[in-house]
C-alpha cells in the first residue's frame, strides 16, 4: 500500500517571505503521479500543482514551485512571496494510475501566512 | 466555473441511524470517488465509481456503506446504520478520464453521530 507522511502538522510564515512544506511517500511503483492540494478555511481542496514521476523537471505554477526527489521519494512544495490567501491546510497526494485512480493523501500541513 | 456540490453541509444523527450525503458532480466528469477525513487525521479513500459501478473499495467501506448514482447527475453515499466512528468530514470528488485528470473536491459534508 502507498503511504504519504507529512510531519509538519503547522507551519507560519511572514507575508512576503518563502516557505517549504515537506512530503514524503512510499511505493513500489514506477510510473505515479504527486499532487499538492489546499484547503482554505470551510472551502474545498482545490489543486495547487502537480508532477509525473517520469518527469524530471520539477513542476512550477506562479508562486507555487516542488523539489521531486524521486530516489529518495520526497516530494516538497515551495511557496514564494507568501500571501495571506495562502493561509490554508496543504495536502500532498499520491495517485497511482490504475482502474480506480484513487488517491492517496498525508495527514496535512496548516499553514498560517502571518501579516 | 463547473464545480463538486454536496449536501448537506452539516449533519447530526443518532447512533444506529440511515444517513445518505449526496453529491452533484461536474457534468462530463467519469470517475466518482467519496473520501472521509476524521478530524485531525489524513484524508482517507473510501470509494471509487465508474461506468455505474464500484471500481475500488477501501476497507472502511464495508456492509455499512454503498454508492449510488441513480439518476446520472447525483452520486450518493448512504451510511445503513451509523457508528460513533463514523463521525468525519465527507468529501465527494470526480475527475475526468484522462489518467492524470485532476480530482475535483466538494465542500465536504461533516456528519456527527451521536
Known amino acids: 500500500a502507498q503511504t504519504v507522511t507529512q510531519s509538519q502538522p503547522e507551519m507560519s510564515v511572514q507575508e512576503a517571505e518563502t516557505v517549504t512544506l515537506s512530503c514524503t511517500y512510499d511505493?513500489?511503483?514506477?510510473?505515479?503521479?504527486l499532487f499538492w492540494y489546499k484547503q482554505p478555511p470551510s472551502r474545498q481542496m482545490i489543486l495547487v500543482i502537480r508532477?509525473?514521476?517520469?518527469?524530471?523537471q520539477n513542476a512550477t505554477e506562479n508562486r507555487f514551485s516542488v523539489n521531486f526527489q524521486k530516489a529518495a521519494k520526497s516530494f516538497s512544495l515551495k511557496i514564494s512571496d507568501s500571501q495571506l490567501g495562502d493561509t490554508a491546510m496543504y495536502f500532498c497526494?499520491?495517485?497511482?494510475?490504475?482502474?480506480?485512480?484513487?488517491?492517496?493523501f498525508g495527514t496535512g500541513t496548516s499553514l498560517t501566512v502571518i501579516p | 466555473e463547473p464545480e463538486v456540490t454536496q449536501t448537506p453541509s452539516h449533519q447530526v444523527t443518532q447512533m444506529g441511524q440511515e444517513v445518505i450525503l449526496r453529491c452533484v458532480p461536474i457534468?462530463?466528469?467519469?470517475?466518482f470517488y467519496w473520501y472521509r477525513q476524521i478530524l485531525g487525521q489524513k484524508v482517507e479513500f473510501l470509494v471509487s465509481f465508474y461506468n455505474n459501478e464500484i471500481s475500488e473499495k477501501s476497507e472502511i467501506f464495508d456492509d455499512q456503506f454503498s454508492v449510488e448514482r441513480p439518476d446520472g447527475s447525483n452520486f450518493t453515499l448512504k451510511i445503513r446504520s451509523t457508528k460513533l466512528e463514523d463521525s468525519a468530514m465527507y468529501f465527494c470528488?470526480?475527475?475526468?478520464?484522462?489518467?492524470?485528470?485532476?480530482?475535483?473536491f466538494g465542500e465536504g459534508s461533516r456528519l456527527t453521530v451521536l
Open positions: 457534468s462530463n466528469h467519469l470517475y
Open positions: 511505493t513500489s511503483e514506477n510510473n505515479y503521479y
Open positions: 508532477q509525473e514521476a517520469y518527469k524530471q
Open positions: 497526494a499520491f495517485m497511482k494510475p490504475n482502474t480506480g485512480n484513487q488517491f492517496y
Open positions: 470528488a470526480s475527475r475526468t478520464g484522462t489518467v492524470t485528470g485532476e480530482l475535483f
